[in-house]
C-alpha cells in the first residue's frame, strides 16, 4: 500500500521513493487586518456557495450509503483508488505479483491497467485526475533500479515523463500543469516543482518541499520545511500562485486569521478551499481554510485520533482519514451540510462486512473513493452520498 500522507511521505522517504519507490460564515467577516505585506490571492467569487445555501453532501436519507467495490488485480495484492474526477472516472494503483499498476477505473468500464501499457516500466502509480481525463503518478523504467519517474498520461499522448531525473507527481490540472516533488543530487535534500508540456520544470524554493495539489486557476499548495526544521519536520504549509506577476512560495499561515494553528502541510486545493492538517491547541486536526476570509475551520476528529484532510470538493466537502492509533486508520468525510466528521463506516451496513480505511477522492457529485478491506480482502472502494437539496 502507498504511504498515506503526500505530505509526511515527501519529508520522510523521499530519497526512499525515487530509490524505490466550524464552517466559516456567510455573512460577517471574521478576518483581523491582514498584514499590508502580504499580498492578495485573486478569488474566483461563485455565487451560491456551500455553506451558503446548504448544497454539499448529506448523510443518506433511508438505509446506508450505495458502495461499490473495486477488486485487486491479482489475489492477495493490495489495492487503492487515489482520485475521482467529476466525470466519475478514478484512478489508483494496485498490487501485481508483488509489484504496483497504475490503473484508471469507472463503474461501467471496470479497471484498465495503466501500468500494463507501453512505457510504465515493471512498476507504476498514478496520484490524481483532472478534469480533462489526464492522469498523473510516477513509474520505473524497469531497468532494475527501482527509480521512479513522474509522468502525465492521456489516451492521445500516452505515458509522457515528466522529469530527466527521478521525482514524484503529486497532483495535475486540466490545463497541462502538473505538481510534485524533485529530489536533488543530495538525497537529503528536495523541491517542490510545477510542470507544463510548454514552460517546462520549474522548482518553487522553500527547504525540503513537496507540491501536493494544483487547482485550474494554478494555485499550488504543499508544504516546505523552514530555514530551522529538523530533517524529519514536514514544516509549514505553503501555498504559491501561478498567476502573480512574481510568483513566490508563501507561508499559508500567513494567510490563516483563526487563532490558535501551525498549519502543517496542505493537500489539496480549488478556487475557494484549502485542506490539509495542522496543529490547533495541541492537538493534530485536520483544516479547511477559505481563501476569501482567511478562516481556517477545525474539521474535529472521530474518537481521539489525528485527523488529516486529503481533498476538498466545489462545495468545500472534505475526505481524509483519522488514526485512532498507529495500526489502523478510519476513512472520514466532513461537510457544512453534515456539519461534523463522519466515519465513512458508520453509512454502510455493518453486517457487510467493510472498513473503509482511507479517503482520498471526492467528486461534486457525492463520490467518494479510497481504500478498504471488505471481508478482511484488501479492495478500492466509491461510496456515494446524496447532496443537499437532491
Request: hydrophobic share 40%; charged share 15%; glycine share 14%.
Amino acid at each position: 500500500m502507498m504511504s498515506p500522507a503526500k505530505a509526511i511521505r515527501g519529508v520522510l522517504v523521499a530519497a526512499a521513493t525515487v530509490a524505490s519507490m466550524g464552517c466559516s460564515g456567510c455573512g460577517a467577516d471574521h478576518r483581523d487586518p491582514a498584514p499590508a505585506a502580504v499580498p492578495a490571492i485573486e478569488i474566483a467569487r461563485v455565487q451560491s456557495r456551500a455553506h451558503c445555501t446548504g448544497h454539499g453532501v448529506v448523510p443518506p436519507a433511508r438505509g446506508y450509503a450505495r458502495i461499490v467495490e473495486i477488486p485487486p488485480l491479482a489475489p492477495d495484492g493490495a489495492v487503492a483508488l487515489h482520485d475521482v474526477n467529476d466525470d466519475g472516472i478514478a484512478v489508483g494503483s494496485a498490487q501485481v505479483d508483488g509489484k504496483y499498476h497504475a490503473f484508471r477505473w469507472t463503474e461501467r468500464g471496470g479497471i484498465t491497467d495503466l501500468g500494463a501499457q507501453p512505457g510504465f516500466g515493471s512498476q507504476s502509480f498514478t496520484s490524481a485526475i483532472a478534469p480533462d481525463g489526464s492522469i498523473s503518478g510516477h513509474s520505473d523504467h524497469g531497468d532494475g533500479t527501482g527509480t521512479l519517474f513522474g509522468y502525465r498520461w492521456t489516451a492521445t499522448t500516452g505515458r509522457v515523463e515528466i522529469c530527466p531525473t527521478g521525482c514524484s507527481v503529486w497532483d495535475l490540472n486540466g490545463k497541462g500543469q502538473a505538481v510534485g516533488l524533485l529530489p536533488g543530487a543530495d538525497p537529503t535534500l528536495w523541491q517542490a516543482f510545477v510542470w507544463s508540456a510548454g514552460a517546462g520544470l520549474k522548482t518553487l524554493g522553500g527547504a525540503r518541499s513537496s507540491a501536493s495539489g494544483i487547482s485550474e486557476a494554478g494555485l499550488v499548495v504543499g508544504n516546505a520545511q523552514l530555514a530551522d526544521s529538523a530533517a524529519t519536520d514536514v514544516g509549514h504549509a505553503f501555498i504559491y500562485d501561478l498567476r502573480a506577476a512574481q510568483p513566490a512560495m508563501q507561508d499559508l499561515n500567513r494567510r490563516a486569521r483563526t487563532a490558535g494553528w501551525l498549519l502543517r502541510a496542505a493537500n489539496d486545493v480549488n478556487d475557494r478551499f484549502v485542506v490539509g492538517y495542522g496543529v490547533h491547541n495541541g492537538l493534530n486536526r485536520a483544516f479547511r481554510l477559505a481563501l476569501d476570509t482567511g478562516v481556517v475551520d477545525d474539521l474535529g476528529t472521530v474518537g481521539t485520533g489525528d485527523s488529516f484532510g486529503w481533498a476538498v470538493d466545489e462545495d468545500g466537502d472534505v475526505v481524509g482519514w483519522v488514526e485512532p492509533d498507529v495500526h489502523r486508520n478510519v476513512a472520514v468525510v466532513w461537510g457544512p451540510s453534515l456539519g461534523k466528521m463522519v466515519a465513512l463506516n458508520d453509512l454502510v451496513d455493518p453486517s457487510d462486512g467493510w472498513d473503509l480505511q482511507q479517503a482520498n477522492g471526492i467528486n461534486k457529485h457525492g463520490l467518494i473513493v479510497g481504500s478498504a478491506t471488505h471481508h478482511g480482502v484488501s479492495v478500492g472502494f466509491q461510496l456515494t452520498l446524496p447532496l443537499a437539496g437532491e
